[in-house]
Every structure is written in C-alpha cells, then in structure tokens.
C-alpha cells in the first residue's frame, strides 16, 4: 500500500485544500476497494504542531502524525496559503528539508494553489513551470524568479512534481491524480460523486501519458510531437528513423530507453487516447471516431482499444457517455 501525506501549513491556509484531498482519496480508495482491490493509499494528515487552528479558531485540525513519525510517503499534497505568503514560509521551514527528503527518497509532490510558494521554497520548482492563483502572480514572481509561472493553466506536471491553478481548480488536480495511482474508471466515479467537470480536465493537456517526456533525449521527444501531431496519418517508423536521420534499429532502441515504450506502442497509447476522449464527449459514431485517430478498420481498432482500456469502445462510451447515441453493434 503506498501512503500519502496531506500537510497542514502553519500560520493562515485554506481549510477545503486539506480536507478535499483527504475525502477524494477515501472515496476512491473505497470505491477501488468494492471492486475487489486492496486500498492504493493509506492517508494521513501531518503536521508540525498537535493541533492547528484555522480562520481565527473557527476551525481546528489534529493531524494523524507529525513529519518526524513519517519515514516513506509516495505522495505528498501542499494544500493553500492565505494571506501574506512570503511571511508564511518562515513558518513551514522545517517542511522544506523533509519535503527534499522524500523527494530525493522518490516520492511525488503536488502542490495546491498557494501552496506553491512552500514548494518553490524547497527549491524542487526551480526551472520547472509552476501555476499558482493568478491573485498571487506577482508575489510568487517577485520571490521566485527562477520558476516559470504559468498561471493560464490548469496543471502542470513535470517529473514526479504538479502544481495547479486558484481556487477550486485543485479538484481537477485530484482527478488528475485518482486516474494516476487508481485507473480512469475510478476518476470518473470520483467526478461524478464529488461533481466535477471532467470535461474540463480531460480537455486539459497535461494527460497521464505526457508522464513518458521524462528523458533527455530531444530526437526522441521530436518524435513523440511528430506522432503525435500526425496520429491520423499512415506513419512508417523506417521513415520516421529516416526523417531524423538515424537508422531504425538506433531509432528503437533509443525510444524505448527513453519511454519504456516501442514506438508502435507510443503511436497506439496516444491514438487510443484521442479517441477515448472522442468517445466520453462527442456524438461521432465508433467508425468515425477510430478513422479520425488514424486507424483504419475496426478490428485492429477495437483491439488496440480493448488492450489498454480493458473495455470495447462500445462498452467505453456506453459506461463513460449517457449522451451518445446508441450503436447497435460494431462492424
């Protein structure tokens, strides 16, 4: 079982940044549960104090454990800062050197809103995108010049660290982060009992596949943008090696060290992709939709899809879609 670590900041934050991370894991490690599974996560509340008050002491929170009684988490969540967020740092210094540790030691980081001003403190963001609240922008500039902040988007994720937007938009992170450690089916069970719009987050670009841009390795990431850019297309890998001027046998084995993926298998995980994004919010028929991400029969298509997903693309957008139109039966 891994554990995850939902921190409570010292000094003002926001209330519903930590207990909306605590009730989406416990749904969706329920519901993973009465699918016959074990629990992904063991979750905890930590802090550095027994007891913390919020809003002035209207609220109260006694975290499960404090940082020194915490030796492995796989997750840990930042949630949101109010007010002053440079005075608050000083506050949470002695999360800093633990959050660097965990981190070096391999786990994920996940900050909330304003939470990225604790984590850009840690100096893990560094080089890295970042968003935060747009209301918090020039703070967060001003003392973290060398993070690029990118507030138009949603998420961001870059090697194990995510950061995301203002306000209620934390709720797509976690969405975002159930699909991760659980599956997509338990993500939209958790949008549907907690009723986000997954719309907007399946829209989003930052998809769980983007994970395998990991590497260094910039012909292969050209040849990842070049699949994916021309997934429709009828794509000869012999020509693609060409094309970088490299020969096909060098061309695979680099694309596999970088992605852990055959190239054949990279074009197919973003072809099934689009398509099951098509088919959770479009009213095209399974036909179109499998010759619009560039297959060209429905066998092969209905195999590939099955493979990953676990499911038909007529169970798919049967499950995922009550406003398709039925089809019968697939061709």
């Known amino acids: 079982m891994k554990h995850v670590s939902i921190l409570v900041p010292e000094g003002k934050n926001n209330v519903s940044s930590i207990i909306g991370p605590y009730k989406f894991f416990l749904k ?137 937007g203002g306000a209620y938009s934390f709720l797509h992170l976690l969405i975002y982060l159930v699909e991760k450690y659980y599956d997509r089916s338990t993500a939209i069970f958790c949008s549907k009992v907690f009723q986000v719009d997954l719309d907007r987050f399946s829209q989003s670009p930052f998809i769980i596949f983007s994970a395998q841009k990991e590497h260094e390795d910039e012909l292969v990431k050209k040849a990842q943008a070049y699949m994916e850019e021309n997934m429709a297309e009828k794509l000869s890998f012999d020509q693609l090696a060409s094309y970088f001027n490299i020969n096909r046998r060098s061309f695979d084995r680099r694309f596999i060290k970088a992605t852990g993926n055959t190239p054949l298998e990279y074009l197919q995980r973003v072809r099934i992709e689009a398509a099951k994004k098509a088919l959770e919010t479009s009213q095209h028929s399974i036909n179109e939709v499998l010759y619009d991400v560039g297959y060209a029969d429905i066998k092969s298509f209905r195999e590939v899809f099955k493979k990953i997903t676990g499911l038909s693309p007529l169970e798919y957008r049967g499950r995922y879609n009550k406003t398709a139109i039925p089809e019968k039966m697939e061709h």
């Open 28 to 164: 969706a490690n329920d519901y993973w549960q009465r699918l016959g599974h074990e629990p992904v996560f063991r979750i905890q509340v930590v802090g550095l104090s027994q007891t913390i008050e919020l809003y002035d002491g209207l609220f109260t929170i006694r975290p499960h454990a404090s940082i020194a009684d915490i030796k492995h988490t796989d997750l840990i969540i930042i949630p949101a800062l109010s007010g002053d967020f440079a005075s608050k740092i000083p506050l949470n210094t002695d999360y800093l050197a633990w959050i660097r540790e965990h981190r070096e030691k391999g786990a994920e980081i996940a900050s909330i809103c304003t939470g990225a001003f604790i984590l850009a403190a840690t100096g893990l963001l560094d080089g890295k995108q970042c968003s935060t609240h747009w209301n918090a922008a020039s703070s967060f500039r001003k003392l973290f010049p060398q993070v690029e902040l990118v507030t138009e988007k949603i998420i961001t994720y870059e090697q194990g660290i995510y950061t995301n």
